[in-house]
């Protein structure tokens, strides 16, 4: 089957540090971007940040410039994100989503998420 799995979630103070982890299965990350995603209670789901599987290239949203890397071992299809110096306002679900643009048609593949909670 297709699918995207998220881990890696939990409870952590402020000032703390997570590693979430994006694995996939029934398609190869070649040729795929990729990207962490998150929603928040009340909140409309914003882009975190994505990497390019072809050359490695990123981006990152400026509430987490600086604290956050996305990285790639598509040897094993797997992405993670290295999220630190984690604040209470990065509270939310996280989702991944890798996406490839064939010209013609794209598609598109969202994990179920995982839940990251900053609070002292």
């Known amino acids: 089957q297709v699918q995207l799995v998220e881990s890696g979630g939990g409870l952590v103070q402020p000032g703390g540090s997570l590693r979430l982890s994006c694995a996939a299965s029934?398609?190869?990350?070649?040729?795929?971007?990729i990207a962490w995603f998150r929603q928040a209670p009340g909140k409309e789901r914003e882009g975190v940040t994505c990497?390019?599987?072809?050359?490695?290239?990123?981006y990152y949203a400026d509430s987490v410039k600086g604290r956050f890397t996305i990285t790639g071992d598509y040897a094993q299809n797997t992405v993670y994100l290295q999220m630190d110096s984690l604040k209470p306002e990065d509270t939310a679900v996280y989702y991944c989503?890798?996406?490839?643009?064939?010209?013609?048609?794209?598609?598109?593949?969202w994990g179920q998420g995982t839940q990251v909670t900053v609070s002292s």
């Open positions: 989503n890798a996406w490839i643009d064939w010209g013609s048609r794209e598609d598109e593949y």
């Open positions: 029934g398609f190869t990350f070649d040729g795929y971007g």
């Open positions: 990497i390019a599987s072809s050359d490695g290239t990123t």
